[in-house]
DNA sequence: TATGAATGAGTGTTCATTCAT
DNA sequence: TATGAATGAACACTCATTCAT
């Protein structure tokens, strides 16, 4: 009984990682079992293994396109901003990062808070595509810096202060809360840009 | 003749919670078996039973435990400036925040990751505890905005935003890295004010 | 395609059925281990739960099955006699509740020696079925009451009486013994019948 | 720090039997546990082993204990009447077998249901002790057979039907219910001896 | 591709029993 | 005699994974 057209695999992957998703940022990777998830999905448990390899690879792959997507919008979004100075580029930065961790806060929340269910491989290449991605914050910070526009006190620290302020709002923010997504990037900017700024600054 | 000096009762308990710490920050909740926990503190997985009633009462004694040393040395901190304005109480606030952190790494990791592995009851009662920590955070800065002294945007998006800054340090911090306790709350210092004064300021 | 002909769930419940009845009139339901009963069926433990949901589900199950088939024969039996009166409907019963007590003496014995171990809503449900059959052999007795052909001091005790009379018959037949079915019935009949009987008693 | 008069040792050996007693009547042998067992007493788990030698052995003395009783009991009553014939012999068989099963329900209980709990040795010597009792009766059954005062069918069916129909008491009278002992006792030795009485006995 | 049944290792928890104090 | 802590085996149950159908 070979593949038909109408084969429903994509969609079933598709809704195994939908409800993946769902349950690993609500119950945490360890805690979920895939008996829920095939639960979830619709689906028996034994089915899962037509479409994942392990619950592990399962937990890869959403971290992975995760972070891959994660490159990708920071390119599409930075590279308008490539030629312009530090103070725009981090604006540009802020902008994109609280953006992309509001739109998709279950991805990036367990893009970090389950690094360490990882296997050591895995591990290793995604705390590494971290790392990159901090330095894109590293680059603008330092080149503020050699330009007496920014003064960090330590670069690192400043990038480390940057992102966890940033990377908060996945915890907090509500699409239909008080502010909306603009005013909060506003707020940060001022926040960020003001603690970056040598005395007697002017920021706007 | 009850209990005597030699009792080892008390040294078990304390050996569990300490080994509970150590696995937990290492492994998360689901994560580490109590089999693990008894062969770390060197009994039987039975005999933990006669110290903890459940794992989840562990888990919620641990971070009980800590959201109250929290709450005790925040007092006894912030006590000594509590006559001093807004922007010294800030200051005090992040170093102390800074240093609890940094001493208390894994207590702070797990009293925010392992919020999820709470039963409702549990959960309410820290998050509750929670609130009023930021609250202390809230007032500052709600004294300064009255005061003039800070321009927070969104006092509450500020807090959060401080919070999340200043929390990270337990995730990258290492004792005995480039920088120390004190060059770190300095910088954090510099780059939180720097971000709440209102016109082209000059913060000390 | 679904289910084939040689598929052996089906039979592996049965299995577990059928050893389950064995090791809880052996041993008890509370001495039964899971793994007892695995073993017994030759699969491991996990698998059990492919078939049942937990110990004390297996234990309502065969026990209500049990009470349900005693109704059924009961009906079946009965009916044949349901227009003649009170002695001969109580031979019909006499002969019936002893026949059914040797041939199922198993699921008899657990039927009554294991309600305690039934959780509250499964035990009233019992419960009140086997007061149902109770009352099958009340209604008899009420109505030879009333017709002057039995005088049974009391019909609820009298009822009991007999009741636990011939129950006793599944913790002493032996298939092969000295008697033969027909025999304890025929002594039964008379114990039972001439303990109704009001004429020629002549005892104080 | 020696025994001192005022010693409640034998207090509490007769508080752990009878605590004993009523878990065990309650939720059985295997499903009462030593912890709830202490707990009832009101003393801890290892303080139980300063009186009984192990659970097995609480409930062999229990049982041991009750039989002896059975037994003096017995022999006191029936003494009375040893001289008379079997009729007056089987009245007071009834009446003294009645009245014991409803004062001590719960040995009684215990006595029978839980013989399968008891240990190979013991479980012997406790079924040969029932069996010396049924031979009470089946002695007065047979000498009345003989006698040609009764008309059993066979002596050892008549006499288990007897047992078990009295018997019975244990699991439905109520102390304060609708009839008191001496009713129940009246109903059943004429429903008894009215099933043994051989004349005026028309049914087939 | 989906299913239901199987596996074997694992889970948190309870057990009767022992023993130094 | 009582206690609290320890033991080691056992408990019911769940897990991720496999596989014939």
Redesign the interface.
């Known amino acids: 009984m070979a593949r038909t057209i109408g084969s429903h695999g994509p969609k079933t992957m598709e809704a195994i990682r939908k409800a993946g998703l769902k349950l690993i940022y609500?119950?945490?990777y360890?805690?979920m079992s895939l008996r829920q998830l095939a639960s979830e999905v619709g689906i028996q448990v034994g089915s899962l293994y037509n479409h994942i390899s392990t619950k592990q690879d399962l937990l890869y792959d959403l971290i992975k396109v995760h972070m891959d997507e994660l490159f990708r919008q920071f390119d599409e979004v930075l590279t308008g901003v490539q030629d312009l100075g530090p103070v725009e580029r981090l604006k540009a930065f802020i902008a994109f990062h609280v953006t992309y961790h509001i739109v998709r806060k279950r991805e990036v929340f367990i893009g970090y808070?389950e690094l360490?269910?990882l296997e050591p491989n895995h591990y290793e290449e995604i705390v590494s595509l971290r790392r990159q991605y901090e330095r894109r914050l590293l680059d603008i910070l330092e080149q503020g810096e050699a330009q007496g526009l920014f003064?960090?006190?330590?670069t690192?620290?400043?990038a480390?202060?940057?992102?966890?302020?940033?990377?908060?709002?996945c915890t907090?923010f509500r699409p239909h809360g008080?502010?909306n997504k603009e005013?909060?990037i506003?707020?940060?900017c001022?926040?960020?840009?003001?603690?970056?700024?040598p005395?007697?600054?002017?920021q706007p």
Not at 151 to 154: A, R, V
Not at 160 to 169: D, N
Not at 199 to 202: I, L, M, T, V
């Open positions: 609500e119950h945490g360890e805690a808070s360490r269910s003064k960090c006190g330590d690192r620290v400043a480390y202060g940057i992102l966890s302020m940033l990377t908060g709002v907090w008080r502010l005013q909060v506003a707020t940060y001022d926040q960020v840009l003001g603690g970056l700024m005395q007697g600054s002017d």
